[in-house]
Each structure stands twice: as structure tokens, then as C-alpha cells.
């Protein structure tokens, strides 16, 4: 069956170091994104992809950033952690006819950054 | 700016019927999706509405009306596993928000 996948689901890590968070989806889809979850905020979006090679910044962006050289994948990077990048991650796929119809998401990743 | 709201928390009767509304203000609109997530785990897809309207998926409606900026989520014959967070979510061309959630407690 076809799933989307995330790794690790949990890491502790240290303020300025650089953290990579790995996406993973058998779908086929060109469209992935990047959410990140807070209490209080709901989902927002980092960033996302609609294919290869294409990316795109979302609503709270700064301080990640994200490659696509695959239809697979879609690691996001934190290039200095910061604790206020604390939260639970989120990642997500969509087939091409509406990449805002239904998203399927993967089991989240839980992040802390001491 | 862009926003989304709706109700923080919602208790309802199993079997009962419970509605969950979300308004949203926005310069661009594209569509109003509904997400259900249960204890912080993935969230899972239950309906989207990209015309006015109301769209029935089984237990769940979803309902649309673009001139008021507002839509809703209707559940059905609750179920205890019904209790989870419910998030509103819409897009504009290039962006995609999500409400801050409605933790639904169905009980007994």
C-alpha cells in the first residue's frame, strides 16, 4: 500500500545545530508540503513542492529551508536550530489535480531543541 | 491578514448531531477543507468544499457558502470515537492555513 512516511519521530537536539528531518511518500504525488504543529496555532506551512526541483516558501518559512530532487522525497532542513523551532512536524503529499484537496500526512516527527 | 476561526472546544451526546462552524477573512480564497486528528497523531482528510454548497461524505457533511465567508462541518449519529480535534483549512493560490482547532468531546 501506499504510505508517506517521516524519520525520526522523535529528536532531541541543541540550539544551533543543523537538524534534517526526512519525508518520505509512495504515492507518486509531485505535490508535498511541510507543516509545522504548535499548540494554539493549528498546522502552518513551511514550505512546499509541486514537483522536482520546485520549491516554495510558506507562511512561517525562516530558518528552514527544503530540496526536492526526487518525486519521493522532501527533507527539510533547520539550518541553526533555535528553541522556538521546538514542535511537532508535519509532512504531506497531494496528487496533481488539486494540490489543495485532500492531503495525506505522514505520523509527524517531535522535535525539541534544547 | 488571513484568518480562520472557530470554536475551540465542542461537547456533544453520542448519536446526537453536532455542527462546527468555521469563518474565515481573506483577500484570496480558493477552497474550505476539513481535517480530523486524534490525540496528535496524523491528521486525516474528511471533506472539501471548493464550490458553495453542501458536500456529503457518509456521517460527515461539509458545507460552503462563499458570500458569507463562512462554512461548516456537520457530524452525524456521533460515535465515541468521533472525539478528536477538527481543523478548517483553506487555500488561496499559493498558500494553505489552517484554523487553530475545535476539540469535539462526545460523551455518553
Known amino acids: 500500500d501506499a504510505e508517506i512516511t517521516q524519520s525520526p519521530r522523535h529528536k532531541i537536539t541543541e540550539t544551533g545545530r543543523q537538524v534534517t528531518l526526512a519525508c518520505h511518500q509512495t504515492w507518486n504525488h509531485n505535490n508535498m508540503f511541510w507543516y509545522r504543529q504548535d499548540l494554539g496555532h493549528g498546522l502552518r506551512l513551511i514550505h512546499y513542492?509541486?514537483?522536482?526541483?520546485?520549491?516554495n516558501k510558506g507562511e512561517v518559512s525562516d530558518g528552514y529551508s527544503v530540496s526536492r530532487s526526487n518525486t519521493e522525497d522532501l527533507p527539510l532542513t533547520l539550518e541553526s536550530a533555535a528553541s522556538s523551532q521546538t514542535s511537532v512536524y508535519f509532512c504531506?503529499?497531494?496528487?496533481?489535480?488539486?494540490?489543495?484537496?485532500?492531503?495525506?500526512f505522514g505520523p509527524g516527527t517531535r522535535l525539541t531543541v534544547l | 491578514g488571513q484568518s480562520l476561526e472557530q470554536p475551540s472546544e465542542v461537547t456533544a451526546v453520542e448519536g446526537a448531531i453536532v455542527q462546527i462552524n468555521c469563518t474565515y477573512q481573506?483577500?484570496?480564497?480558493?477552497?474550505l477543507s476539513w481535517y480530523q486528528q486524534h490525540d496528535g497523531g496524523a491528521p486525516t482528510f474528511l471533506s472539501y468544499n471548493a464550490l458553495d454548497g453542501l458536500e456529503e461524505t457518509g456521517r460527515f457533511s461539509s458545507f460552503l457558502s462563499r458570500s458569507d465567508s463562512y462554512g461548516y462541518l456537520l457530524l452525524q449519529e456521533l460515535q465515541m470515537k468521533d472525539s478528536a480535534s477538527y481543523f478548517c483549512?483553506?487555500?488561496?493560490?499559493?498558500?494553505?492555513?489552517f484554523g487553530t482547532g475545535t476539540s469535539l468531546t462526545v460523551i455518553p
Open positions: 481573506t483577500s484570496g480564497f480558493y477552497g
Open positions: 513542492s509541486y514537483g522536482v526541483h520546485d520549491t
Open positions: 504531506a503529499s497531494s496528487d496533481d489535480q488539486d494540490p489543495y484537496n485532500e492531503q495525506f
Open positions: 483549512a483553506w487555500a488561496t493560490g499559493n498558500q494553505f492555513y
